[in-house]
């Protein structure tokens, strides 16, 4: 029988003993990263209805969307139970996380939501642009400033703060949702809509002959976002963020949301 002198022993116990504290250290920082994130612990993830960037369905009644599909997998990572909750708008999931809740949504950073909640690294980022439906009079960007040409805008959105600023003669006028936008349509209430390219190819699918203006009026940066507070998970997010990227698994949500008009994200 093989026997092992004293030293030895005692060097296989200190090894044995500085893995299990390693393990334990792992553990306790995941638990710790789970509260911080997840503090009732549940993961709440903010989705709102019709935009790849946060939620739709596809033909088979599945759903999927950057905040959909990275919060399941952000979830599944904590080690927590996931619960979407449902809001008609972004602004309304802003608000909500700035409450505290809501744990998680992905969104457009702009400086202005960056005074009401914390956000990782980007995502992706997506152009901006305007959708116009069958039989528009208005063929390019430049046809849009105009007396009486009324732009669609979601309200409380970005596009709500940014393009008046833009346009001197047309009108602005916000909806209430993406769906409620589509109805104003019918019922010329709008003549075009502005926002992001990813909706507008969404909402184009519903509308027949509807058409993407060539251009873009600007980017988002979209990233996730957090409670003030939580700033310590930051690298955590930080590094799965970046996990998503480079594994292809971003690519795949994309495609299974149909996302379209995204580009790579930058980081400043």
Same mark, same amino acid.
């Given at each position: ?18 893995? &299990? ?54 979830? $599944?990572?904590?080690?927590?139970? &996931? ?66 040409? $009324?732009?669609?805008?979601? $309200? ?113």
């Amino acid at each position: 029988m093989m026997t092992f002198s004293h030293p030895v022993r005692l060097a296989r116990t200190a090894l044995l003993a500085i893995a &299990i504290i390693g393990s334990l250290g792992v553990s306790a920082r995941a638990d710790g990263e789970a509260k911080l994130l997840a503090p009732s612990g549940i993961l709440r993830v903010g989705i709102y209805p019709g935009s790849p960037t946060s939620m739709v369905t596809d033909a088979a009644g599945k759903p999927h969307g950057l905040s959909y599909d990275l919060g399941s997998e952000l979830a $599944k990572r904590l080690g927590v139970p &996931i619960d979407y909750v449902r809001f008609q708008r972004v602004a309304d999931i802003v608000t909500a996380i700035h409450d505290g809740q809501i744990d998680f949504t992905v969104t457009n950073a702009t400086p202005a939501r960056a005074n009401d909640v914390s956000f990782s690294q980007p995502v992706l980022a997506i152009e901006l642009g305007y959708l116009v439906p069958v039989n528009s009079p208005i063929a390019k960007i430049e046809d849009i400033d105009k007396p009486g040409v $009324k732009i669609g805008v979601t $309200k409380g959105s970005t596009s709500e703060r940014t393009l008046p600023a833009k346009f001197k003669n047309a009108t602005i006028v916000p909806a209430e949702s993406v769906k409620v936008a589509i109805t104003m349509f019918g019922r010329g209430e709008i003549d075009l809509y502005a926002t992001n390219k990813p909706t507008l190819f969404e909402i184009s699918d519903q509308m027949p002959g509807a058409r993407i203006l060539d251009g873009n009026w600007g980017a988002e940066h979209m990233a996730i976002a957090i409670p003030k507070g939580r700033e310590s998970a930051l690298p955590l997010l930080n590094r799965f963020v970046a996990e998503e990227q480079s594994s292809g698994a971003l690519d795949t949500i994309q495609q299974q949301a149909g996302l379209r008009g995204a580009t790579k994200a930058t980081r400043e």
